[in-house]
Nanobody
Framework: QVQLVESGGGLVQAGGSLRLSCAAS???????????MGWFRQAPGKEREFVAA????????YYSDSVKGRFTISRDNAKNAVYLQMNSLKPEDTAVYYC?????????????????????WGQGTQVTVSS
């Protein structure tokens, strides 16, 4: 199994920044070929939505329109980790943030932005942005 553990969430004022981390581990992770890792979020009463994704090969990073220019997704191969740097946070960014992984490498938004395309999920980390 592959385990994903998010951290870095918290309470921040509007205009502030947070950096989320997602650490991947597990007995089989060393042989698990990561193709795409993504960040999704779910606000109370709303469906889970795509935030950002990257192709582990380095061939591309992708963002939702709502976070483009404010959030940056990156990875550290040596640490088996993916990060989400969130700047200029807004109250509407308040949500539980989840990281997800799949062995498939997706370059189309039809796939990387769809939560059904991911095999493994973390437990989530709460981000609250106050106005």
């Amino acid at each position: 199994q592959v385990q994903l553990v998010e951290s870095g969430g918290g309470l921040v004022q509007a205009g502030g920044s947070l950096r989320l981390s997602c650490a991947a581990s597990g007995r089989t992770f060393s042989s698990y070929i990561v193709g795409t890792m993504g960040w999704f979020r779910q606000a109370p009463g709303k469906e889970r939505e795509f935030v950002a994704a990257l192709r582990w090969s380095g061939r591309g990073t992708y963002y939702s329109d709502s976070v483009k220019g404010r959030f940056t997704i990156s990875r550290d191969n040596a640490k088996n980790a993916v990060y989400l740097q969130m700047n200029s946070l807004k109250p509407e960014d308040t949500a539980v943030y989840y990281c997800a992984a799949t062995p498939a490498e997706y370059g189309s938004s039809y796939n990387y932005a769809s939560d059904s395309k991911y095999n493994y999920w973390g437990q989530g980390t709460q981000v609250t942005v106050s106005s």
